[in-house]
């Protein structure tokens, strides 16, 4: 009877652990956040504005950024605006947030893009959710106490659902998750990596495209009262199912792919920065952005209504699209490494 009853118990027991057990874990998130929160809060609380020079070797091409931020009132909440101005393979884009709206400029058709929401980068616990959020543990990284955190539909937590689904081809879905490792002592991250699932149905079969990155934040120095990782060690894997193609097809487009993308290893560091130099607002004025000439051939779409010559202006085409890549393998051509990397990537024979 007594060993009865002891059953009984422990599986009451059991029972009340399994019903409280989301509550403790989602406390623990609650306070973790909480406390990235009062963290970040210190550091920007000496922070107007922001301009970090970045520099990346990606394989065949260097990729230079500059990112501006600065503090406003947006809806009555504190948000850093920015600015980030791309330079890569002679290419240049600039992307504004201004806290409530993304601004960019589409390269098919050179117009001025406008998609509600966007990433506060600076405040970094607005990505985490306690309701898609796991705590997974401890973890210690390089010699420094983690907590390691898991986000599930990272995408969509920083805001970027909007820009991605207008963005991605019909019958075609994306999902993103993250794991990130953060310093117990101070809250930043040491460490990330994301899960990039990207389906796509073309001709009536569906071809996916795993992209997995993993980011090592190293030399924090203070920028004001902003800690500022200054060297990023950045490591993308590529895996591309494409039922239409053969073994040695798949290995050549990867590779063309990964030489596109930047995948592999690289490292990204910080050339300078400096803070309070007084940003103008025009800087993140989206409506300041102008039309150019599409980024990859075509006509910007304001001119697709205006007849040209007797001729109605045309976005990109298949011809436009096939010349572009016709144009990069010629380039790839005179590239020593490229090529030797595409030998090893065909089977022997």
Same mark, same amino acid.
């Given at each position: 009877?007594?060993?009865?009853?002891?059953?009984?118990?422990?599986?009451?027991?059991?029972?009340?652990?399994?019903?409280?057990?989301?509550?403790?874990?989602?406390? $623990?998130?609650? &306070?973790?956040?909480?406390?990235?929160?009062?963290?970040?809060?210190?550091?920007?609380?000496?922070?107007?504005?922001?301009?970090?020079v970045q520099e990346m070797k990606s394989g065949f091409f260097d990729i230079k950024t500059?990112?501006?931020?600065?503090?406003?009132?947006?809806?009555?909440?504190?948000?850093?605006?920015?600015?980030? !101005? &791309?330079?890569?393979?002679?290419?240049?884009?600039? $992307?504004?947030?201004?806290?409530?709206?993304?601004?960019?400029?589409?390269?098919?058709?050179?117009?001025?893009?406008?998609? /509600?929401?966007?990433?506060?980068?600076?405040?970094?616990?607005?990505?985490?959710?306690? /309701?898609?959020?796991?705590?997974?543990?401890?973890?210690?990284?390089?010699?420094?106490?983690?907590?390691?955190?898991?986000?599930?539909?990272?995408?969509?937590?920083?805001?970027?659902?909007?820009?991605?689904?207008?963005?991605?081809?019909?019958?075609?879905?994306?999902?993103?998750?993250?794991?990130?490792?953060?310093?117990?002592?101070?809250?930043?991250?040491?460490?990330?990596?994301?899960?990039?699932?990207?389906?796509?149905?073309? @001709?009536?079969?569906?071809?996916?495209?795993?992209?997995?990155?993993?980011?090592?934040?190293?030399?924090?120095?203070?920028?004001?009262?902003?800690?500022?990782?200054?060297?990023?060690?950045?490591?993308?894997?590529?895996?591309?199912?494409?039922?239409s193609l053969t073994p040695e097809e798949k290995k050549e487009a990867q590779a063309f792919?990964?030489?596109?993308?930047?995948?592999?290893?690289?490292?990204?560091?910080?050339?300078?920065?400096?803070?309070?130099?007084?940003?103008?607002?025009?800087?993140?004025?989206?409506?300041?952005?102008?039309?150019?000439?599409?980024?990859?051939?075509?006509?910007?779409?304001?001119?697709?209504?205006?007849?040209?010559?007797?001729?109605?202006?045309?976005?990109?085409?298949?011809?436009?699209?096939?010349?572009?890549? !016709?144009?990069?393998?010629?380039?790839?051509?005179?590239?020593?490494?490229?090529?030797?990397?595409?030998?090893?990537?065909?089977?022997? @024979?």
């Amino acid at each position: 009877m007594k060993k009865g009853y002891r059953t009984i118990r422990i599986i009451l027991i059991l029972f009340v652990l399994l019903l409280i057990f989301p509550i403790i874990v989602s406390a $623990n998130i609650n &306070t973790i956040i909480q406390q990235m929160e009062r963290s970040y809060q210190k550091q920007i609380s000496g922070i107007q504005d922001l301009t970090i020079v970045q520099e990346m070797k990606s394989g065949f091409f260097d990729i230079k950024t500059i990112t501006y931020y600065k503090k406003a009132k947006v809806n009555n909440q504190e948000v850093f605006k920015s600015r980030m !101005e &791309t330079s890569i393979m002679g290419m240049d884009t600039v $992307n504004i947030y201004d806290g409530q709206y993304s601004w960019s400029i589409d390269p098919a058709t050179g117009e001025v893009k406008k998609e /509600e929401g966007g990433v506060d980068s600076l405040q970094v616990w607005k990505m985490f959710k306690p /309701e898609k959020t796991s705590y997974l543990g401890d973890e210690n990284i390089n010699g420094k106490d983690t907590y390691k955190i898991q986000l599930d539909d990272a995408l969509w937590m920083m805001g970027m659902e909007d820009l991605v689904s207008s963005d991605m081809p019909e019958d075609s879905e994306i999902e993103m998750s993250g794991i990130y490792w953060i310093d117990k002592e101070s809250y930043i991250p040491l460490k990330s990596k994301s899960f990039t699932k990207t389906t796509t149905v073309e @001709d009536g079969q569906t071809v996916t495209m795993n992209i997995n990155t993993d980011i090592q934040f190293l030399d924090y120095r203070s920028i004001g009262s902003m800690l500022v990782s200054h060297r990023m060690l950045i490591s993308n894997q590529m895996e591309v199912d494409d039922p239409s193609l053969t073994p040695e097809e798949k290995k050549e487009a990867q590779a063309f792919m990964e030489s596109m993308g930047g995948m592999g290893d690289m490292e990204m560091l910080v050339t300078s920065a400096e803070y309070n130099t007084g940003l103008p607002d025009e800087l993140f004025d989206g409506t300041l952005l102008e039309a150019q000439e599409p980024m990859f051939g075509g006509t910007p779409e304001s001119s697709q209504d205006v007849p040209a010559s007797g001729e109605i202006g045309e976005t990109m085409s298949q011809e436009d699209i096939e010349a572009m890549m !016709e144009g990069f393998a010629e380039m790839m051509e005179g590239n020593e490494d490229f090529q030797e990397m595409m030998k090893e990537m065909k089977p022997a @024979d």
